[in-house]
């Protein structure tokens, strides 16, 4: 008999463990830790990068970075403006550097090279020759770990690297996906953006970058 209520009581003090751990008290802020140690914050903020359902890819290369982000899925109200930059996920920060909203792109002023930052909700920066953030970034990750072979990377290397990656995690359908795509090269420093329509597969024989778009 004392042995099955040593067993309940274990039982019962798991069960708090596991409560405690989940209460609001320790997912309020971002400055509180769980008993286990975590940061449930920022756990909540890396889950929420995925829940936006759009995937971003970036490529650092010899003289450029290019990154590539979709836009935003069309939103309920079929009367909203998705040209809009409120649905936009790349922003010029100064002329030499870009921000998607899962990382940064630039050409250093100092050194005059190009890198490629991601900054994550604990802040953490890291610097990458290439990454991806987002729904599919495992499948992209690995995608370009496959691919980067460590050879040098020109522009338009760059630009069809990145764009390559895009594709692979991209579903198939009929009208394309919305894209944006941010370039900053050491030859023209100032960051560009432009809009386009990219397809799981190249259209009339574009090998990059298809046309449309915006």
Known sequence: MSSQGGVSGSSRSSSRGRAAETEPSYDRSITVFSPKGR???VEYALKSVKLAGITSVAVRGDDSVCVITQ???APVDPLLDTTDPAFSHLFEITER???LTTGMAGIDEE?????LFTCDPAGLVLGHKATSAGLK?????????EKMTGEPLPFESTIEMAVSAMRHVLEDNREGHDIEVGVVRKSCTAFR???KRLHKYPQGG???LDQGGR
């Open 39 to 41: 940061l449930i914050q």
């Open 71 to 73: 836009r935003s899925k």
């Open 97 to 99: 550097l870009g921000m």
């Open 111 to 115: 050194k005059e090279t190009p890198e």
């Open 137 to 145: 970034d495992l499948e992209a990750i690995k995608f370009l770990e």
């Open 193 to 195: 953006t432009v809009s």
């Open 206 to 208: 574009q090998s990059t």
